[in-house]
């Protein structure tokens, strides 16, 4: 069944995972269809076969199910599997978005601040990173904080922009620790602390990120994309 499947993919039990999951694929269940998407895309149990897998994320996505958009989309925008495109790519991250995946809310801001597939328009890149802010991304509270605080396409609001930046420097990002590390050293929106900032600033070491589709849905996934 799923449960047993995906239990079997998530503890690294790739056969058991494919002999449960298979079947329920062929009966149309469209959890265990991205799932097996996910083992197609990095070669988990199957030979890796990236074109197996976007037909398999299209069927899921397609079907309403907001991981397999998610996944999709990064296929579009990598160009895995399908040929590159980010038009495609911001259409698959709009529906996952839409439907509450803060991951994808935080990617179509991206997509907005940039004008990657997308007419350029901040914004509108700051509703999304608003609402993935809101969903709990770090890296969307960052980029939320970047814009209050420096007046990217919205009003300068440099208390706004540190409290985003707080948000995300206490959620790991590291970007955010150094920025809102500065903020306390200057006063910037917040009271100046300087034994505060510092202590900020020895946490901002680089570390590193590494975000890959998950069967579990995005949140559950390690990493991030900025």
């Known amino acids: ?21 298979k079947p ?12 097996l998407a996910v083992m197609y895309a990095h070669g988990r149990g199957v030979a890796k076969d990236p074109a197996r897998a976007v037909s398999l994320y299209r069927i899921a996505a397609e079907a309403g199910n907001v991981d397999a958009q998610f996944n999709l ?18 259409t698959w991250f709009r529906k996952a978005a839409d439907g509450g995946d803060a991951t994808s809310q935080r990617m ?28 709990g991304d770090v890296t969307a509270q960052r980029r939320m904080g970047e814009m209050h605080a420096y007046g990217q396409g919205i009003p300068k609001d440099e208390a706004a922009g540190s409290e985003q930046l707080g948000k995300a420097a206490a959620g790991g990002d ?7 590390g500065w903020m306390l050293a200057n006063g910037i ?29 995005p949140s559950a996934c390690p990493g991030s994309t900025a």
């Not at 329920?24 to 799932?35: C, E, K, R, S, W």
């Not at 590291?174 to 809102?180: L, N, S, V």
Request: aromatic share 10%; hydrophobic share 35%.
């Open 174 to 180: 590291a970007i955010a620790q150094f920025e809102y």
């Open 24 to 35: 329920l694929v062929d009966t149309g269940d469209i959890g265990a269809t991205n799932t």
């Open 108 to 135: 179509l801001g991206i997509m907005y601040f940039d004008g990657l597939g997308v007419a350029k328009d901040r914004a509108i890149a700051a509703t999304w990173f608003r609402k993935g802010a809101d969903g």
């Open 1 to 21: 069944d799923l449960a047993t499947g995906l239990s079997a993919y998530q503890s690294g039990d790739y056969a058991t995972a494919l002999k449960e999951l």
């Open 73 to 90: 989309a990064t296929m579009y925008s990598s160009g895995t599997g399908v040929t590159k495109s980010l038009e495609t790519a911001a």
């Open 189 to 217: 929106g917040i009271p100046k602390d300087q034994a505060a900032s510092t202590g900020w600033w020895r946490r901002s070491r680089p570390r590193p990120f590494r975000r890959a589709p998950c069967p579990t849905g």
